[in-house]
């Protein structure tokens, strides 16, 4: 689970495959819980082509009602829950509980 979820975000977001085998990547690959965690570290550290955010945005919406608690728990917890704030650029793009989950903890990140 954990490597086909590095894989797709891979895809969505431009050199994140080589950034979880760098020393860079403070967490593991092992559990989608450490790919989120990094991830969100990914996206606060590097900019990113505005085209990225919607694509980015609908895999979470889709993962957070998706029917999967433990990755839906994971991209809410070690993915919005350290991004949340009002003036991040993937804000736009969330829907449904993702948006919900996020506007939670919005000024908390």
Do not use: K
């Amino acid at each position: 689970m954990a490597a086909d979820l590095a894989a797709h975000l891979g895809r969505i977001l431009p050199g994140f495959g080589s950034y979880l085998d760098s020393p860079d990547n403070l967490f593991d690959r092992d559990t989608p819980f450490a790919v989120f965690a990094a991830a969100s570290s990914f996206v606060r550290e590097r900019p990113l082509p505005v085209e990225t955010w919607p694509s980015l945005a609908s895999f979470i919406n889709s993962l957070v009602v998706g029917g999967d608690e433990p990755l839906a728990e994971a991209a809410c917890t070690c993915f919005l829950e350290n991004l949340a704030d009002r003036n991040h650029p993937i804000r736009p793009f969330l829907e449904g509980p993702a948006l919900a989950y996020w506007q939670d903890w919005e000024g908390s990140a």
